[in-house]
């Protein structure tokens, strides 16, 4: 089983909200990781989106619209990237990743097509 | 304003030594993590290692005995030898720089492994 699982895909509507969700493998606890997220562009390296932990304690890069949050949910062992108001250019893929036994593992990503 | 100007062989035989340099422009190596990642044509981000500074690294275990990431300071720049290369290791490989998590990447190398 993958460290971090993420949906392959996901499509939504100009104007609507997505959830992209990152979740943990069984026996790895959310509440003990910060998730970060990065957004790729077909073409293009990867952009550092944010990172987060908890309300306390995140950071949105600079230059990353407000509509673009974190947040956890532990129930269901996941970090979730939210988007609201979403934008034609917010077409790209989008991955995840933490810090775990020294070293980085990546989510597999999340394709995101605005419709 | 920094800039990260990556080199290397673009087309290598199975067997063969991959090698990819990032030059760092406009910044210091000093205080920052400079991490490798990889990324095969269609598919997700695999980190391979980092350096800082100092020339200490730290090397994901799937790639260790492969690996050999190096800084030189005097130019500025960071280094990735991996060894043995086959098909699988076909990819664009990314430099990236972070005081934590990788936060800036360069624009990648497309290294191709083919008989």
């Known amino acids: 089983q993958a460290v971090l699982t993420q949906p392959s895909s996901l499509s939504a509507s100009p104007g609507a909200s997505a959830s992209l969700t990152c979740t943990l493998r069984?026996?790895?606890?959310?509440?003990?990781?910060?998730i970060y997220w990065y957004q790729q562009k077909s073409g293009s390296p990867p952009q550092f989106l944010l990172r987060?932990?908890?309300?306390?304690?995140?950071?949105?890069a600079s230059g990353v619209p407000s509509r673009f949050s974190g947040s956890k949910d532990a129930s269901a062992n996941a970090g979730i990237l939210l988007i609201s108001g979403l934008q034609s250019e917010d077409e790209a893929d989008y991955y995840c990743l933490i810090w775990h036994n020294r070293v980085w593992v990546f989510g597999g990503g999340t394709k995101v097509t605005v419709l | 304003q920094v800039s990260l100007q990556q080199w290397g062989a673009g087309l290598l035989k199975p067997s063969e030594t991959l090698s990819v340099t990032c030059g760092v422009d406009?910044?210091?190596?000093?205080?920052?993590?400079w991490s490798w990642i990889r990324q095969p044509p269609g598919k997700g981000l695999e980190w391979i290692g980092e350096?800082?500074?100092?020339?200490?690294?730290n090397y994901n275990p799937s790639l260790k005995s492969r690996v050999t990431i190096s800084v030189d300071t005097s130019k500025n720049q960071i280094s990735l030898r991996l060894r043995s290369v086959a098909a699988a290791d076909t990819a664009l490989y990314y430099c990236?720089?972070?005081?934590?998590?990788?936060?800036?990447w360069g624009q990648g190398s497309l290294v191709i492994v083919s008989s």
């Open positions: 990236a720089r972070g005081v934590w998590e990788p936060d800036y």
């Open positions: 350096v800082v500074h100092s020339g200490s690294v």
């Open positions: 069984s026996g790895i606890n959310i509440r003990t990781y910060r």
């Open positions: 987060y932990n908890s309300d306390s304690d995140n950071l949105r």
């Open positions: 406009g910044g210091s190596l000093s205080g920052y993590y």
